[in-house]
């Protein structure tokens, strides 16, 4: 049983640096470069590039959930609010891929028929809110094990059931808001990490 836990850890790492890499690579590296690159750069890229970095990008984002549920099923009564918290972000950013960033980039690399432009910008929405949580997410999964001690999960703490508000609104953000100060790479950077700050300083010290 504990060879099965370290070998779900260990997978659950392999495939989330696979998850995460790729989420960083499209927020901070291709899409500014398609705002840069000539008409014929990036229609091949879109054609033979996006396709295969998409694949591994939510089969990452699968093989992460697999890992991470059998994680959290494997803890049981022990899981704190770090974890909990984390995992919260973590299942919404799953859902963003596969609900939201994976049927609309189909339409705009032409694999499914839509108004591009619309596509775009709800995928955008929704891959810039995966990067939003992706610092926090980390924080938490770290810190469940290395952090200031916290008390496991209650209904009673009000800092616990705060700090999954703010989740829970800013992934209904994601869903029908506005991108607002997140549209930047500097902007998303900066409000992730102001996010972590807030979230587990609303849960430690609320």
Do not use: C
């Not at 990452?60 to 803890?75: F, N």
């Not at 926090?136 to 700090?163: C, N, R, T, W």
């Not at 790479?185 to 700050?197: A, C, D, E, P, Q």
């Amino acid at each position: 049983m504990l060879f099965l836990e370290f070998l779900a850890r260990w997978g659950h790492v392999m495939f989330g640096v696979t998850w995460v890499g790729l989420l960083y690579y499209f927020n901070f590296i291709q899409g500014p470069y398609f705002a840069e690159a000539t008409a014929d750069a990036k229609a091949d890229a879109t054609q033979k590039l996006a396709p295969r970095a998409l694949w591994w990008f939510r089969w990452g984002a699968m093989g992460t959930l697999i890992t991470g549920l059998y994680l959290l099923a494997v803890l049981g009564a022990s899981s704190n609010q770090y974890i909990l918290i984390g995992a919260t972000m973590g299942i919404f950013m799953f859902l963003n891929v596969w609900l939201i960033i994976w049927p609309n980039q189909k339409i705009v690399i032409g694999l499914s028929e839509g108004d591009k432009a619309v596509a775009g910008a709800k995928a955008l929405l929704a891959s810039r809110t995966n990067t939003l949580f992706s610092a926090p997410m980390l924080y938490g999964m770290l810190a469940s094990k290395h952090g200031v001690q916290i008390e496991s999960y209650d209904f009673s703490d009000m800092g616990f059931l705060l700090a999954l508000a703010i989740i829970v609104l800013l992934e209904l953000n994601a869903i029908v808001g506005k991108i607002g100060p997140i549209a930047s790479v500097k902007g998303v950077i900066h409000m992730s990490l102001l996010l972590t700050v807030v979230i587990f300083g609303v849960a430690l010290y609320l």
